[in-house]
């Protein structure tokens, strides 16, 4: 049951949060309406909190209390401030596509990529009132989740992506968010549609502009693989220590197709990421994993829901949690296999690394399985640093310090190593070596 009372005050205040919004977001007709109807769904239900069932761990009317007010549109200076972030931040070898405080910044972002990419800002395909974009935001809130239809109300810009059938792209596509301003919100909503044979890798990096504190990210992305189609999508969460982030992926995978995803996790005092995955087509497999590094009070949730429509599909997911002074981690997955699905072979495994007996780590692994010739399994671990290895490594001269990085650096090898492309790794590798040599 998640139908909750919201006190008369704070559903004033929601709405007047949506009035004062409503102004700058694009779109008319049909596309105001899809989102009156989003904004009406989320009002209705308020912040998600411990009783509803897929938020037990992630109770945001304690942990971010209230909506900050929508962001103002980036001025030249908050873009130069953008532009320092993104230069020092580095993209690695890839096709850059900026959003400051959740609007495109053409200037800050590479031209066009390869032949058989159509890259399009969502604000520009909104004005435009195309039935594809208003399609888009109608799917999404299928899902039946308040922080999708509050995303979906809310969206100022975006990135939508279109890769034709067999174009195989030498380079990754990397969408940046940056975030200028304090304490206000940010709402994005991308989507990437391959075609059947195209092959792609998508990034999605969270940063903080200098000054940039108490901020909140609310993104969305919807990715199409199509028939015998490749994709590799990494979201690297970097955001300041104080900020929010909650971000959500709605998955569609088709026949003979391959979809691989790693999400890492270092910043944001309060995250979750919510992946919503599932198979259209027989004969594809999807790789799932995940690494979160907090410390200090960061909270972060990973929710991901695998679900085996069609028969001959295969799944994997791994997920490490590294975790310090008074960090709390959540796993929830949930693997389903509907009826139809025979031949499945569906696998879960979720281990939880804690640094400080203060840490809490929460792993919820579930199967749902209404087939009966399949294969499915799932495990989950917590434990401490090998007390013996890290006397292996100190007796060889390595500090304390070094000699921990180095086995928190093999525990998220598992999760890591997912990542084809060397330079792509080498990028993610650096995420998590930035986390390490924060903790002095």
């Not at 909750?4 to 694009?26: G, N, Y």
């Not at 998600?48 to 009317?61: A, N, S």
């Amino acid at each position: 049951m998640d139908v909750a009372l919201v006190k008369p005050t704070t559903e004033r205040a929601t709405r007047e949060l949506f009035a004062a919004a409503r102004d700058r977001l694009p779109g008319s007709g049909p596309v105001s309406e899809a989102r009156q109807a989003a904004f009406d769904d989320f009002a209705r239900r308020g912040l998600p909190y411990r009783r509803i069932e897929e938020w037990k761990y992630t109770d945001l009317r304690t942990l971010l209390r209230e909506i900050a007010p929508l962001a103002a549109a980036p001025d030249q200076a908050a873009l130069a401030r953008a532009g320092e972030a993104v230069t020092a931040y580095g993209a690695g070898d890839a096709y850059k596509l900026v959003l400051v405080d959740g609007v495109f910044a053409p200037k800050l972002s590479d031209q066009t990529p390869e032949n058989g990419v159509e890259v399009r800002a969502l604000r520009e395909v909104l004005e435009n009132n195309e039935v594809a974009a208003r399609a888009d935001l109608l799917t999404t809130t299928a899902a039946s989740d308040t922080m999708i239809s509050l995303n979906t109300a809310m969206a100022t810009d975006g990135i939508v992506i279109d890769v034709a059938e067999n174009a195989k792209l030498t380079r990754p596509l990397h969408i940046v968010h940056i975030a200028t301003q304090s304490s206000t919100a940010a709402f994005t909503r991308s989507s990437l549609r391959l075609a059947n044979g195209a092959q792609a890798t998508l990034v999605e990096s969270f940063v903080a502009a200098e000054g940039a504190a108490a901020y909140q990210a609310h993104d969305s992305v919807v990715l199409w693989v199509g028939d015998d189609a490749v994709l590799q999508h990494v979201r690297l969460v970097e955001d300041a220590r104080d900020a929010a982030n909650i971000s959500t992926a709605i998955v569609t995978i088709g026949a003979k197709a391959t979809f691989n995803s790693l999400n890492l996790t270092s910043g944001a005092a309060v995250s979750r990421y919510q992946g919503f995955i599932k198979f259209s087509g027989e004969g594809s497999h999807a790789d799932v994993n995940g690494v979160n590094l907090l410390n200090g009070r960061q909270h972060g949730d990973t929710t991901l829901v695998l679900d085996h429509a069609v028969p001959h599909c295969s799944s994997n997911e791994v997920f490490r949690a590294v975790l310090d002074d008074q960090a709390h981690s959540v796993f929830q997955g949930k693997i389903i296999v509907r009826p139809d699905a025979q031949k499945t072979d569906g696998r879960m495994m979720t281990r939880a690394l804690l640094l400080s007996d203060s840490a809490e780590a929460d792993n919820k692994p579930e199967l749902e399985i209404f087939a009966d010739d399949v294969s499915c399994g799932h495990g989950a671990t917590i434990g401490a640093l090998d007390e013996s290895l890290l006397f292996y490594l100190r007796a060889r001269g390595l500090s304390e310090k070094e000699a921990q990085a180095l086995l928190i650096q093999a525990f998220v090898g598992e999760a890591i190593e997912s990542v084809a492309d060397d330079g792509l790794r080498d990028v993610v590798i650096g995420a998590a070596e930035r986390w390490l040599a924060a903790r002095g």
